[in-house]
C-alpha cells in the first residue's frame, strides 16, 4: 500500500505481568515483544511510524534506538495513560500534516501478527460496499477473530444485516453480550481525516474511566460511515499478550513456526516442541538439532553440522560439518568448519577456532585463538592466548592468565606440543614445533624446537615404606 502511516500503542504497564519491566519489552524467541510488529512495518513500508510510550519510555526508546535499523521511527510520551484512545491522541500530533492516506495502528502486546494478514486488512479496506443505500470505502477496517474463551478482548458487535456496529470492551459487556465469542484483535487501518476529526469526540463514559480506540467504531457507524472487519481465522496469530502464561504461549507459537521454517528448509530437528532456536537465528541444510538444544541471538550455523542434546549456543558463527557434543555451551565465537566441540565444553566470549580444531570434554575456553586442527581433548584452560595451527595441548594444561590485577596473553606457535598438567604463565610465547614436559609450571618463554621441563627430576628411595614401618597388614 502506497501511502500510511502507522501508530503502535506501547505505553500501558500491562499490569498483568506483575512486572517492573515495561510489557513490551518482554522478550519473545530472543526479541522484545514490541520488535515484531515495528519489524513488520519496516516491511511493509511505512510512511512514518510514532510509537506510543509512557512506562518504561526511557528502556522502551532505548531497545530500539539505533537508527540505521529503525530510521523512520518516531516516539511519543503519553503520560499519564488514559487509554488506547488516549494515546492515539498522543500520536495524532506526531501526525500532523499526514493527510490523504491511512493510518495503520498495531499494539505492541500482538506480536504473531504477519505480513499476509496486513495486506488482506488493506485489500478489505480498498473494498467498496453500499452505506445507505451509496456505495462508500470504510473509514475504518478491523481485524476480529472467533475465539473459545472471550473474556478479556473487547467483543464484536454487530448488527441485524452482520455489520460491525461497535466494540464493547469486556468490563463494560452488557450480561447478554457477555457470550460473543467474536473479539477484537487490537489491529486497525483508519482513514486519516475520520481519525483526526473523530479523536475528539472519544469520551471516559466507561467501566475504566478511559478513552477507549475502539469507540472510533460507534463513532463511525453512528455517522453513516461505513467500517469493515476482517474475520481471521487463526486466533493464535492474533493473540494479545496480557500476562506471562499468554507470554509463554506467544513464545511457543512462535518456536513452532521458526522450527517449521528451518525443517522445511532442510533442518533435521528431532523434537521441534524441544528445540529453543531464536527469531533470526541462520541454520544450513542437512545440520540436525537434537532435543533441548538453545540457539540464540545472532547464531548461524553452517550445513552438515550437528548440536546434541542440552547445549547452547549464543551469537557464535558455526562452519559447515561441525559438531557440538551434548551439554556444550558456546557464547560469541567463531567456529571454522569440521570442528568438534564437548561434550560438556565452554566457550565464553570471543574465541576464534580454526577447521578441524577439536574441543573437548571440560575444556574452558575465553577470548582464545585456536588454529586449525589443533587439540585441546581434556579439562583444559585457555583465556587470553593465540594457539597456532597443529598444537597439542595434553590433558589439564592451563594458562595462567591472570595476576590478580592484570590479564596477560599466551602465544604457543604451530606444531608445538603441550604436555599434561602444565601450568604455562602468562605473559609467555612457546615457540613452534617446541615440547612441554608434561607436569611442567613454564614462567619464560621457549625457543621454537626446544623441549622445556620445569618438573624436579624423580627419585627413588628403595624400601622407604618398609623402613618407615608404614607397611599395613593385609
Ligand atoms: C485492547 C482493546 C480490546 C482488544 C484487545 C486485543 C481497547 C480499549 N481495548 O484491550 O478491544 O480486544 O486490545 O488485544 O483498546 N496502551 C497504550 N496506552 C494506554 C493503554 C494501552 O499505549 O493508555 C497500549 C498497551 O501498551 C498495549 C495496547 O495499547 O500495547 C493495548 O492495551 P491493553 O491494555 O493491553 O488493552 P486490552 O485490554 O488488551
Ligand atoms: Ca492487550
Known amino acids: 500500500m502506497k501511502n500510511f502511516a502507522a501508530i503502535v500503542l506501547a505505553a500501558g504497564k500491562g499490569t498483568r505481568m506483575k512486572s517492573v519491566r515495561a510489557k513490551v519489552l518482554h522478550p519473545i524467541c530472543g526479541r522484545p515483544m514490541l520488535y515484531y510488529p515495528l519489524r513488520l512495518l519496516k516491511e511493509l513500508g511505512a510512511k512514518k511510524t510514532v510509537v506510543v510510550v509512557g512506562y518504561g519510555a526511557d528502556e522502551v526508546k532505548g531497545a530500539f534506538k539505533d537508527s540505521r535499523k529503525w530510521g523512520k521511527l518516531k516516539f511519543c510520551i503519553q503520560s499519564p495513560q488514559l487509554g488506547t484512545g488516549h494515546a492515539l491522541m498522543c500520536a495524532s500530533k506526531e501526525l500532523k500534516g499526514f493527510t490523504g492516506g491511512d493510518v495503520l495502528i498495531l499494539s505492541g502486546d500482538v506480536p504473531l501478527i504477519t505480513r499476509q494478514t496486513i495486506k488482506a486488512l488493506m485489500k478489505i479496506h480498498r473494498r467498496q460496499g453500499t452505506e445507505g443505500g451509496r456505495k462508500a470505502l470504510p473509514v475504518l477496517s478491523l481485524i476480529s477473530t472467533l475465539v473459545d474463551d472471550p473474556t478479556g478482548y473487547g467483543r464484536v458487535i454487530r448488527d441485524a444485516d452482520g455489520r460491525v456496529e461497535r466494540i464493547v470492551e469486556d468490563r463494560d459487556l452488557e450480561a447478554s453480550e457477555r457470550a460473543i465469542n467474536e473479539v477484537n484483535a487490537g489491529i486497525y487501518l483508519v482513514n486519516s481525516a475520520f481519525l483526526f476529526a473523530n479523536l475528539k469526540r472519544l469520551t471516559r463514559k466507561n467501566v475504566q474511566g478511559e478513552y477507549y480506540l475502539p469507540d472510533l467504531v460507534a463513532l463511525a457507524t453512528d455517522q453513516g460511515k461505513r467500517v469493515s472487519a476482517l474475520t481471521h481465522f487463526d486466533p493464535e496469530e492474533v493473540m494479545g499478550v496480557n500476562n506471562r502464561q499468554e507470554l509463554a504461549k506467544a513464545a511457543s507459537i512462535m518456536r513452532r513456526n521458526i522450527n517449521t521454517e528451518l525443517m522445511l528448509g532442510g533442518v533435521t530437528i528431532i523434537d521441534p516442541e524441544a528445540t529453543y532456536i531464536d527469531y533470526g537465528v541462520r541454520v544450513g541444510r542437512d545440520t540436525t538439532i537434537h532435543p533441548n538444544v538453545h540457539l540464540l541471538g545472532s547464531t548461524v550455523m553452517g550445513k552438515g553440522s550437528t548440536v546434541e542434546e542440552g547445549s547452547r549456543i549464543a551469537d557464535s558463527t558455526l562452519g559447515d560439518g561441525t559438531v557440538v557434543k551434548s551439554f556444550s555451551v558456546i557464547e560469541s565465537s567463531k567456529i571454522g568448519k569440521g570442528v568438534s566441540i564437548g561434550p560438556f565444553a565452554r566457550l565464553r566470549p570471543e574465541n576464534t577456532i580454526g577447521d578441524g580444531a577439536r574441543v573437548g570434554n571440560f575444556v574452558e575456553v575465553k577470548k582464545t585463538r585456536i588454529g586449525k586442527g589443533t587439540k585441546a581433548n581434556h579439562l583444559t584452560y585457555l583465556g587470553d592466548s593465540v594457539i597456532g595451527s597443529d598444537v597439542n595441548i595434553g590433558a589439564g ?78
Open 397 to 474: 594444561t592451563i594458562t595462567c592468565n591472570y595476576d590478580g590485577i592484570r590479564k596477560y596473553i599466551t602465544r604457543i606457535g604451530d606444531g608445538a606440543f603441550i604436555g599434561s598438567d602444565s601450568q604455562l604463565i602468562a605473559p609467555l610465547t612457546v615457540g613452534k614445533d617446541a615440547y612441554i614436559g608434561s607436569g611442567s609450571t613454564i614462567t619464560k618463554d621457549v625457543p621454537a624446537g626446544a623441549l622445556a621441563l620445569s618438573r624436579p627430576a624423580q627419585k627413588i628411595l628403595k624400601d622407604w615404606v618398609k623402613k618407615k614401618g608404614l607397611k599395613k597388614r593385609r
